[in-house]
């Protein structure tokens, strides 16, 4: 298994208490980092601290809105006035389930406030210090939505879409300030988020529902948060340095084997 070293780095990772984040989270701070993670749910994130430090790791949790930026701002700037700010992984996000009919312009808006405006949140308050460092790293978890039709995904779609180009053009705009930025877009990955999905809509059904979603992945199930988090060890490390401006599928060979 590779190794690799985040020591006297520090690491920003939004909606770091559950998931695909709790992963990154752990997986960072076992690597060295000095982790501070982002979430509105302070007790969840908090738990996911309280065990990194018992293990010897670096870890801080902060109950922030994404979506609101002068909570951003005023989060970050207090991680910055102690730390530099080495890489940023624009991790929060919330799904929706439904077509465009299906999709309330309360819907639309909550995706967009969550998924796209606390994205741009995040960057529009590490970019600063990035560039006065002349240094920084920023990964962002796209979709395979972003680039594929997927049924009922209306609104999600639209949103991991945004991420997606949002990666580009950072990329564009500060690769001569020694800035790099790339993403992430998984397929289907085994979460509380799915436990819970397939109990609230297939009561009694878990286990046959489980089987089916898992199947959608040619691979034959669904991703494990911590593969997710293996990936972005990789691509803020040393060895990836030449990679910017750059998705990465992990998908089980979802986009190129699924038509």
């Known amino acids: 298994m590779a190794s690799y070293n985040y020591k006297d780095k520090t690491v920003i990772i939004t909606g770091g208490g559950s998931g695909i984040g709790e992963s990154l989270s752990k997986k960072f701070a076992s690597s060295g980092a000095n982790v501070h993670i982002l979430d509105f749910q302070l007790e969840k994130t908090q738990e996911v601290v309280d065990e990194i430090l018992e293990k010897g790791g670096e870890a801080q949790a902060y109950e922030c809105d994404v979506a609101n930026q002068s909570q951003v701002k005023e989060t970050v700037q207090g991680i910055a006035a102690k730390n530099s700010i080495d890489i940023l992984i624009n991790n929060a996000g919330i799904a929706h389930v439904g077509n465009i009919e299906g999709t309330s312009e309360n819907d639309m808006d909550k995706l967009y ?32 939505a ?57 009561p009694g059904e878990e286990k046959k529902m489980f089987e089916k979603l898992s199947k959608t992945q040619p691979i034959g199930r669904m991703a494990k948060p911590d593969e997710v988090a293996s990936l972005a060890l990789y691509l803020c490390s040393e060895e990836a340095s030449f990679i910017t401006g750059t998705d990465f599928p992990i998908d089980g060979g979802f986009i190129k084997l699924n038509g």
């Open 113 to 144: 406030r969550v998924n796209i405006k606390g994205v741009y949140n995040c960057i529009y308050a590490c970019i600063p210090k990035m560039k006065k460092q002349g240094t920084g790293i920023i990964l962002n978890m796209a979709s395979i």
């Open 146 to 202: 972003s680039t594929v039709g997927i049924s009922d995904r209306f609104a999600y779609s639209m949103t991991k879409g945004a991420v997606l180009t949002m990666t580009y053009s950072i990329a564009m705009d500060y690769i001569g300030h020694g800035i790099r930025c790339n993403s992430i877009s998984p397929a289907r990955v085994h979460t509380p988020f799915v436990d819970n999905f397939i109990a609230k809509n297939y």
